[in-house]
């Protein structure tokens, strides 16, 4: 296991691979306020590097499962292949922090407010985990306003889970469902491009034989494993998703399901709530075998709407809570300010917390004065 | 249900008729999408509109969409005579596309909407209207000036009529929308502003798109129909105008006497839109249309 791969800021990573660190093996024997010294860090910060390579190292080295009934798991069993799950990175650091290292395979998450300022700059840290097994399933609830960058996470999401596995990707393919007609392919062609960019300066910086493993993606390449599906009406999304099971089992290397966005089509038409809720479900039920069956990861953008009670105006998800409580995990995305932020409203596995993002012309990365502050250190 | 390719879907672009309008929005208005112009009353949204509809008749080489326009309008009356106007400066700069006798507004559909369901309705009777205009010059723009006129008055501040309107809007966006992707149409929808009171950042403190607030002759504005219909539409220009007062010093023969010039500051901001960075623009209007200006 390499260095780049662990779990830290994009500094750290760049202070320790610049100090002559490039396997954790080679972390294994140094002192905390060693390392300080060397990388030019407070000791605490030194210490926590440690703990991660440490137990990094540990979940590499215990593979060794006994299962007792073939497919039965111990908690044991399923925290080490959760580890070893990949994530997709959001290409903010911070983001990507909170998010516990990126977007998990086989979880459901629904992006609504501004909390997408988590999304963390190093590209490489948006990892899809790719363990087969383990049952949490990657369902993720994005949402937010009007115009705080829900569309420009669906691209980038789509776009990152292309990054090969050398990068610390998941090397997959992406399924795009767009609702509301917000995708734009020249978007995304510029956040494609980016994102080699990018790959090949981190390649650069790592290995200097950048002869060896020069990218040999194109941006075009990366469009073409992006199956876009444009849906003009709500019966077509569902018959879409019913569909779907058909599609992955063609296409196994579908890593990622991003939904923009899952509310549109709702938002009209239904009289009969409870019917509404109804079908909601049962799609969000659909949804979520996907995930566990294919192991995919599955992001659903979502509107934000006004909540009227008692007289004061609250933001909520749009369709509803019952529609809410089915994502494992729910992600706020919010002006503070004049930064967008994204907050994770619920999840099974991190705590709750939040960070700032910006969207650029390269795509998603973090904000530009958490940059500043990470300069000023 | 084959997935697109996403190489073969380019996005076309019907320019404005100004480069640096055009630079400012990456080509001009999308097709497949969405657009709303956002501004107060004399801010020029109408004269975009008017400008628009005479450009799409472009050949494809030339910016247009080498195609025909369906003008909604439900502020009376229609600008005739402005449209006129604009129609004689754009066939002299464009003679060469033309043949002589050759009329720009005999592309223009106009149809005047008085109620949200009159809309809808003449939405459902659009689709036999473009595929029968096929063999003629195509339909490829929809112009709808203004959609906030339909919903300001006919709906009463309760819970169940708000709910009934923004049920609307979200039926009319994706009827709109639906359209647009069948036959490759830009959409473009204007809507007002109301004015902001109170300190919070817009409406029940909600802030939408880049800006933190939208200024507009000195005042502070939001757009109208809320956050409902903002998540209908793709993406949001808005249109500011502010007066600015220059003093000239004037040296006539009985010693100094100053004048104060009143100027129109007119700029175009993107307040959202999925392709487009923050970014904004001075304009001017002029007889022949509506320019960038750079600085």
């Given amino acids: ?377 | 249900m084959t997935p697109q390719s996403l190489l073969q879907l380019t996005s076309q672009k019907c320019t404005t008729g100004c480069p640096i309008l055009d630079r400012l929005l990456y080509g001009g208005i999308p097709c497949d999408s969405i657009t709303e112009i956002v501004a107060e009353s004399g801010s020029g949204k109408t004269q975009i509109c008017l400008q628009l509809s005479l450009h799409a008749q472009l050949p494809v080489s030339h910016g247009g969409l080498a195609a025909s326009s369906l003008y909604l309008h439900t502020e009376f009356p229609f600008p005739f005579r402005r449209l006129h106007q604009l129609c004689l400066s754009f066939r002299s700069s464009n003679a060469h596309h033309f043949p002589v006798n050759d009329n720009p507004c005999d592309r223009i559909f106009v149809q005047s909407v008085h109620t949200a369901d009159h809309l809808l309705e003449i939405m459902s009777k659009t689709d036999p209207f473009i595929e029968n205009s096929k063999n003629q010059v195509p339909v490829r723009l929809i112009v709808i000036d203004s959609i906030a006129a339909l919903f300001r008055s006919d709906f009463d501040n309760n819970p169940v009529e708000l709910k009934r309107r923004s049920s609307l809007f979200f039926k009319i966006s994706s009827k709109l929308k639906a359209l647009a992707k069948r036959f490759n149409l830009a959409v473009l929808v204007t809507n007002q502003v109301v004015d902001l009171v109170g300190p919070n950042e817009g409406i029940n403190g909600l802030r939408i798109g880049n800006l933190v607030c939208l200024h507009t002759s000195g005042r502070r504005v939001c757009p109208a129909l809320g956050l409902a219909w903002a998540n209908c539409v793709n993406s949001r220009l808005f249109l500011s105008r502010n007066e600015e007062v220059i003093r000239e010093e004037n040296e006539k023969s009985n010693g100094q006497s100053c004048d104060f010039v009143k100027k129109k500051m007119r700029k175009l901001y993107v307040v959202f839109a999925p392709h487009l960075p923050e970014s904004s623009c001075e304009f001017e209007i002029t007889r022949e249309g509506l320019f960038g200006v750079e600085r």
Avoid at chain 1, 53 to 77: F, K, L, Y
Avoid at chain 1, 155 to 184: C, H, R, W
Avoid at chain 1, 337 to 365: F, H, Q
Wanted: hydrophobic share 40%; with cysteine; glycine share 6%.
């Fill in chain 1, 1 to 377: 296991m390499e260095i780049w791969r662990l779990p830290i800021s994009a500094s750290q990573r760049g202070k320790l691979i610049s100090a002559g660190y490039t396997s954790l093996s080679s972390l294994s024997s140094i002192s905390s306020s060693d390392l300080a010294r060397e990388l030019k860090v407070s000791e605490s910060e030194a210490m926590n590097i440690l703990k991660v390579a440490s137990h990094s190292r540990g979940s590499e080295t215990s593979n060794a499962s006994c299962s007792i009934v073939e497919g039965a798991q111990t908690a044991w069993d399923m925290l080490h292949d959760e580890e070893s799950l990949m994530h997709i990175t959001t290409s903010s650091a911070d983001l990507d922090n909170i998010l516990g290292g990126g977007i998990h395979c086989k979880e459901v998450t629904e992006i609504g407010w501004s909390s997408l300022s988590l999304i963390v700059n190093s590209v490489l840290k948006y990892k899809l985990t790719t363990a087969f097994g383990s049952e949490s399933i990657i369902f993720m609830l994005i949402g937010g306003v009007p115009g705080i960058g829900k569309t420009q996470l669906g691209i980038q999401i789509a776009v990152n889970v292309q990054i090969p596995n050398d990068f610390g990707g998941l090397g997959g393919k992406a399924i795009y469902i767009d609702t509301e007609g917000s995708f734009m392919v020249e978007r995304a062609f510029q956040i494609a491009e980016a994102c080699i960019e990018d790959m090949s300066e981190y390649n650069r910086f790592l290995r200097k034989d950048f002869q060896e493993c020069k990218i040999k993606m194109l941006p075009q390449d990366i469009l073409e494993n992006i199956f876009y599906f444009r849906i003009c009406s709500y019966t077509e999304q569902i018959a879409l998703i019913n569909y779907l099971d058909k599609f992955l089992s063609e296409h196994k290397d579908v890593k990622v399901i991003v939904v923009d966005s899952v509310t549109f089509h709702f938002r009209q038409d239904f009289d009969d709530m409870a019917h509404r809720t109804r079908v909601l479900s049962g799609m969000a039920l659909k949804l979520m075998n996907l995930a566990k069956r294919f192991s995919l990861a599955v992001v659903l953008l979502n509107q934000v709407t006004t909540k009227h009670t008692e007289a004061s105006f609250q933001l909520a998800f749009a369709l509803g809570d019952s529609w809410s409580h089915t994502c494992t995990n729910r992600i706020v995305l919010y002006w503070n300010g004049n930064e967008r932020y994204a907050y994770i409203d619920k999840s099974p596995s991190l705590r709750s917390a939040s960070a700032a993002y910006s969207v650029t012309a390269r795509g998603i990365r973090n904000s530009s004065s958490s940059c500043k502050r990470i300069k000023m250190m």
